[in-house]
């Protein structure tokens, strides 16, 4: 059903399911979730990148077709983003990255105004960038400014699995923004997932939810038919919600009503 | 909490009362940090000391073999390490201005930068702007761990040299933040004195940290004090099921802050306490002064006694064999400025 594939940087991607490869507990857990889930887009910390170890380095347990987006965690602010990133191409992962700063290691929220920083120098330098933002209107405007490829607002805190903490204003950023917006961090259900593809989101992004579940490969492959149900769900035009029931006998009615004779 | 609710709990010896808390820190440390868990080295530089502290097998009264690496020593025992598949490392000496000033440990950091991504030290308390100095070295991570935070048992257990300064070392986490140390570790040193006491004014010290420097990684360390060359010197015992409510209380307060197990421990309960809260650990550690490559086994005078032997190699296998993920890499040294 991908009659809508999705295009970030003159790249399409027919799978709207992003995955993160922190916290398995193996690297066979992660490549079979990444092939369960049909990713397509990846993303890795330079930090837990180690090259020198053939059998450890996670890069080798990453299919070839799956696009790599390295992440500048433990980046505190937009120089040190800058410096990952530019070590991350030097190392040979390529020149898509996710900006992530973060200057608070207790909510791990990132910084909106550095990340903007970020974003204009490394886009200036040819990176395709995808900036991790806590949802702001004003944010996502100047990363769109900035040169960003996509914008990744937050659907609650990192790892929290709370889902769609800030709904209203995620759905602010899909109605205003033209670049693809992906929700990222938070997402913890499949069904959370889904909820993010029907408001529009044009991808999704998990991590913690597939890392530590029992069955990691399971759960990716339920995320990934959670994002295209959400997503046809989002094309069909779903119905809109109301509040209250539609009353059968309305009140203004009769002013439509064939005058009597 | 308050210090009642921390004695409320420790002293609360019901079986289920500690597998409940047990229960509760290790899915919470399963969502945070997955099944991840870091791997660092140490590598002891100098055992030279000017401090006296009772409790310790470097201090200055003790008539050990004194020694301090030059750096062709270090060296080897570096690439020692980074053989052994090390990454990140923690460098340590005793307390001795004068044997390992700043220019020493600056040219330690430069050297290690060479085989290791992550580079922290646990050395004796300094100024601002000499953490400065060695975070441009490349230095990231400052160890220190202020042993009790009851003035009184302080006083009586560090009797002499810099260390008697409660509230310089006190401080001294807040000056490495100050100077842009990524992570920072803090620590008592269970025994010492009231357990109670001192595991409430450790998380105060921490949030305390937090709320000035927010950006830093920090994680706390609860070494017990143990026997050094079977020497007893414990005040307070801490046995294995306060211990485990420590560890366990630690992680429900503190969610996101890291917990260190050292080779103090025995194998058995280490692979025990992996489960509940721990996210790193020291593997193939030895606590003496040029001890991987330099020493006879029979020279070494070692800081404390440790329990825990194992190699590398046997940490790794033991962790697989677990399902947890070693991870050697949790950093990529870039250029440090402010």
């Keep these: 059903m991908n009659s809508s594939p999705l295009t970030i940087a ?107 920083k970020a974003t204009e120098i490394l886009a200036a330098e040819g990176f395709v960038v995808l900036p991790y933002m806590t949802p702001d209107l004003y944010t996502a405007r100047a990363l769109v400014k900035a040169g960003a490829a996509t914008v990744m607002p937050l659907g609650s805190l990192i790892g929290s699995n709370q889902g769609l903490k800030t709904r209203e204003f995620i759905q602010i950023l899909i109605n205003e923004i033209d670049l693809p917006i992906v929700v990222d961090a938070g997402i913890g259900a499949p069904s959370q997932a889904a909820e993010a593809m029907e408001m529009g989101a044009a991808a999704v992004l998990v991590n913690t939810a597939v890392a530590t579940a029992e069955d990691p490969a399971g759960l990716a492959r339920a995320f990934a038919l959670a994002v295209e149900a959400g997503r046809l769900a989002y094309l069909s035009g779903l119905p809109q919600q109301h509040a209250l029931a539609k009353a059968s006998s309305p009140l203004t009615g009769f002013l439509y009503d064939t005058p009597a004779n | 909490m308050t210090l009642q609710q921390i004695k409320n709990i420790l002293n609360d010896r019901r079986p289920e009362s500690v597998e409940a808390l047990a229960q509760d820190a290790a899915k919470l440390t399963r969502q945070q940090f997955g099944r991840a868990i870091g791997l660092y080295g140490p590598l002891y530089l100098s055992n030279f000391c000017s401090s006296h502290c009772t409790y310790c097998g470097f201090n200055s009264h003790h008539k050990i073999q004194r020694m301090k690496l030059a750096p062709e020593q270090y060296i080897k025992e570096m690439q020692y390490l980074h053989a052994q598949g090390i990454r990140n490392i923690l460098m340590l000496t005793g307390e001795s201005y004068k044997h390992t000033p700043v220019s020493y440990l600056k040219e330690a950091a430069q050297r290690a930068s060479e085989y290791f991504q992550g580079i922290s030290l ?204 070693p991870v050697f890499t949790d950093w990529r040294h870039i250029e440090n400025s402010l």
Aim: aromatic share 8%; charged share 25%.
């Design chain 2, 122 to 325: 646990e050395v004796h308390p300094m100024e601002t702007a000499e953490y400065k100095e060695l975070f441009a070295a490349g230095v990231d991570g400052v160890t220190v761990y202020q042993e009790t935070y009851d003035r009184t048992r302080y006083a009586q257990v560090h009797l002499s040299g810099f260390k008697k300064d409660y509230d310089f070392r006190y401080a001294t986490p807040f000056r490495a933040a100050e100077a842009g140390i990524r992570q920072i570790s803090l620590g008592v040193l269970l025994g010492l004195s009231d357990v109670a006491h001192d595991v409430f004014a450790l998380y105060q010290h921490v949030r305390e940290l937090e709320k000035s420097f927010p950006g830093v990684e920090y994680s706390v360390s609860f070494p017990r004090l143990r026997t050094v060359k079977t020497e007893a010197l414990a005040v307070c015992d801490v046995d294995d099921l306060r211990f485990v409510k420590i560890i366990a209380l630690t992680r429900l307060l503190f969610p996101r802050v890291g917990i260190n197990l050292s080779t103090r421990e025995s194998p058995q309960l280490r692979d025990h306490l992996l489960e509940i809260g721990i996210t790193r650990m020291s593997a193939g550690s030895n606590t003496s002064v040029g001890g991987y490559t330099l020493l006879a086994e029979n020279k070494q005078d070692p800081q404390f006694d440790i329990k825990d032997e194992r190699s590398v190699d046997e940490v790794v296998k033991l962790l697989k064999s677990k399902n947890f993920d």
């Design chain 1, 10 to 116: 003159g790249k399409t991607f027919t799978s709207r399911f992003f995955l993160g490869t922190g916290k398995f507990k193996n690297k066979k857990d992660l490549s079979d979730s990444i092939a369960a889930g049909k990713s397509e887009l990846v993303t890795v910390a330079l930090r837990r990148i180690d090259l020198e170890r053939h059998e450890e380095n996670i890069l080798e347990h990453i299919p070839a077709h799956v696009t790599l987006l390295t992440n500048t965690s433990g980046a505190r602010n937009a120089q040190e983003a800058v410096r990952i990133a530019r070590l991350a191409k030097a190392s040979g992962c390529g020149n898509w990255v996710k900006i992530e700063v973060i200057n608070d290691s207790k909510y791990l929220l990132p910084d909106n105004q550095e990340t903007i």
